[in-house]
């Protein structure tokens, strides 16, 4: 299994991207792709989850809103849609593979997670 991310660059605040992730090595849709980031000196924090199999999706509270995920399985690929950006948004973003599910539901749990590949970087400046 291999993920990897890109799209990154550098936005003014109030910007958009679009992040992809694109997926291989899978032999099923059963399993959700979950993006994160890492900002610099902090520790990687979680931003979203989307079920391959059925669309669900989880947000982290501080994206909420202005970030969108979203699908495209005959590419293997899956998007990160950042709108409304700001400074604090600055990270390095990855994706990564969830197969656990918690009460029939994927969480992307960081610890649950496999096939980091390396991340995108996204600068929002003032």
């Known amino acids: 299994v291999q993920l990897q991310a890109s799209g990154g660059g550098e936005v003014h605040t109030g910007g958009s991207l679009r992040l992809s992730c694109l997926a291989s090595g899978f032999t099923s849709s059963n399993y959700a792709i979950g993006w994160f980031r890492q900002a610099p000196g902090k520790a990687r924090e979680w931003v979203s989850c989307?079920?391959?199999?059925?669309?669900?999706?989880l947000y982290a509270d501080s994206v909420k809103g202005r970030f969108t995920v979203s699908r495209d399985n005959a590419k293997n690929t899956v998007y990160l849609q950042m709108n409304g950006l700001k400074p604090e948004d600055t990270a390095v973003y990855y994706c990564?593979?969830?197969?656990?599910?918690?009460?029939?539901?994927?969480?992307?749990?960081?610890?649950?997670?496999?096939?980091w590949g390396k991340g995108t970087l996204v600068t929002v400046s003032s």
């Open positions: 989307l079920g391959m199999s059925d669309g669900s999706t």
């Open positions: 990564a593979a969830d197969g656990r599910r918690y009460g029939g539901s994927y969480q992307c749990r960081i610890y649950d997670m496999y096939g």
